[in-house]
């Protein structure tokens, strides 16, 4: 099982809603990272959790919180979100920090209204 | 710090034909990974091909190949015989690896290729 499966693939929600996404992985990989993308650009790296200890925080705002509660699992919260926080979320995985390569998921698509 | 550099926003290239996309990279580091990933439509990153920068052995994935010059900073992927399916943007990414490696991928602004029939 070479995947990397997100949930859900799209959502909306309000300013004042408190939502989650979640990321699942069954390849034994150690490492593993939220990425936002936004339309026409590169993504850009928010957290890297290495077996399982947050390792990596890219100055993200505090209403994203991520989570770590497994090797297998990752979740980022999502609270009071603003309008331009609507992008494609990216989790991915690697066999640990030292890589090589990441296998990214599909992404939730999130919309703030 | 460690920049990834695209210059082609966009390309097109006729099915059957060969098509080249260019990234440029700066670092300090000795140690490191460069890697081509492909995001179609259907929004999944995936890998195309990776390069490490320790083998002078240019990489090669079917119809995919890197032209990889390490004194002049310089990664191109060479697509054959292009595919409708190879429709899609195309990031170039690097990664340093050793000690101080976090697993982060830097990536450049991206290509968005077009095949047409």
């Known amino acids: 099982d070479t995947e990397v499966a997100q949930t859900p693939k799209h959502l909306v929600m309000g300013m004042t809603n408190k939502k989650s996404l979640k990321c699942e992985q069954h390849?034994?990989?150690?490492?593993m990272y939220w990425y936002k993308q936004k339309a026409k650009k590169p993504p850009e790296l928010m957290f890297v959790?290495?077996?399982?200890?947050?390792?990596i925080n890219e100055s993200v705002p505090s209403r994203f919180s991520p989570e770590c509660p497994n090797s297998s699992l990752l979740n980022l919260h999502l609270h009071a979100l603003q309008p331009e926080d609507s992008a494609l979320y990216l989790c991915?995985?690697?066999?640990?920090?030292?890589?090589?390569?990441?296998?990214f998921g599909q992404g939730t698509r999130l919309t703030v209204v | 710090a460690q920049t990834v550099t695209q210059s082609q926003p966009e390309m097109s290239v006729q099915e059957a034909e060969t098509v080249t996309l260019s990234c440029t990279y700066d670092?300090?580091?000795?140690?490191?990974?460069l890697f081509w990933y492909k995001q179609p439509p259907s929004r999944q990153m995936i890998l195309v091909i990776r390069?490490?920068?320790?083998?002078?052995q240019n990489a090669t994935e079917n119809r995919f190949s890197v032209n990889f010059q390490k004194a002049a900073k310089s990664f191109s992927l060479k697509i054959s015989d292009s595919q409708l399916g190879d429709t899609a943007m195309y990031f170039c990414a690097f990664m340093k690896f050793g000690s101080s490696n976090t697993g982060k991928l830097i990536f450049g602004q991206g290509t968005t290729l077009q095949v047409k029939p």
């Open positions: 959790y290495s077996y399982e200890k947050l390792s």
């Open positions: 670092t300090s580091e000795n140690n490191y990974y």
């Open positions: 390069q490490e920068a320790y083998k002078q």
């Open positions: 390849m034994g990989h150690r490492a």
């Open positions: 991915a995985s690697s066999q640990d920090w030292a890589g090589p390569e990441a296998f």
